[in-house]
Each structure stands twice: as structure tokens, then as C-alpha cells.
């Protein structure tokens, strides 16, 4: 993503929602986003670009990424399947950012 925006000078917001671990209640609050935006903008104008992401991920959040949980977990319901309970926690660090 980041080579595509060094050669056409475009601008990449990349959304992750992990699956829900169904021990904990389904709520907004309980969910984990992953946010990636290009670098570049983020350098250059950090403060705006970050309140517009902030908008977007909990758009994201809530009228994309919860229906969708609500929907896998349903699905798991009917076919009796027992969804994954682990989340990846693993974070590492490139320069001075933690990813």
C-alpha cells in the first residue's frame, strides 16, 4: 500500500476488525479496529488527519463492522460452530511507532 501511494501520490486508509470472542458482551467498547493510514499524511498534517480517521473508524465500527459481528455470530449459532477465542495481542515496533 505504501509503494502505491509513492508512485501515483494517493493516499491509503486500511480498516481491520478482528473476529469477536464471544465471552465478552458484543459491544462497540469491545472490539478491536486496526487503523493504517500513509505515513506521509500522518507527518504532514497529524492533527486533522488523525480526527478524520477517528470519525471514519467509528463509523466503521458501528455501522459495518458490529452488524457484521452480529451476523458471524448468528451464522456460528446456527451451523453450532464455536468461533475462535484468541486474539492476536502481539504488537512490534519499527523505528520509534508501535504497530
Do not use: W
Not at 22 to 36: A, F, K, L, Q, R
Not at 48 to 62: K, M, P, S, T
Request: charged letters at 25%; hydrophobic letters at 35%.
Amino acid at each position: 500500500m505504501a509503494t502505491l501511494d509513492r508512485i501515483d501520490g494517493g493516499i491509503t486508509v486500511f480498516l481491520h476488525c478482528q473476529g469477536f470472542n464471544p465471552n465478552e458482551p458484543m459491544d462497540p467498547e469491545n472490539i478491536t479496529i486496526d487503523v493504517y493510514v500513509s505515513p506521509r499524511e500522518l507527518k504532514e498534517d497529524e492533527a486533522n488527519i488523525e480526527e478524520h480517521v477517528a470519525h471514519i473508524v467509528q463509523d466503521f465500527g458501528c455501522k459495518i463492522a458490529m452488524p457484521h459481528l452480529f451476523r458471524y455470530r448468528n451464522r456460528c449459532t446456527i451451523d453450532n460452530v464455536k468461533p475462535l477465542q484468541t486474539r492476536c495481542t502481539t504488537m512490534f515496533c519499527l523505528s520509534s511507532h508501535i504497530y
